[in-house]
């Protein structure tokens, strides 16, 4: 994990200490979470799903409808996926 450096009012220090204290969670932790709160409550535009943002690569290539289901395609390539001699 990476060390940041925070600057805070001081009443706005004095609060997050209480709470700190009232919780038993660190601070740290307090403004782990309440970063990972704000930025998932901010209105930012949706850009859509993976299929979404790559809907123009469909067709691209070719491959077995079934290539990421069915085993048998799996036969003849090892664990890390290299084609087996």
Not at 48 to 61: A, E, K, Q, V
């Amino acid at each position: 994990m990476k060390t940041i450096t925070l600057k805070l009012p001081t009443t706005l220090e004095a609060h997050l200490e209480s709470v700190a204290k009232k919780t038993r969670v660190s601070k740290s932790e307090i403004i782990r979470r309440a970063i990972i709160y704000y930025f998932s409550n901010m209105d930012i535009e949706d850009r859509g799903s993976f299929l979404d943002l790559t809907r123009d690569l469909d067709g691209t290539l070719s491959a077995p409808e079934d290539l990421s289901i069915n085993e048998d395609h799996f036969k003849e390539y090892d664990a890390w996926g290299r084609k087996k001699l």
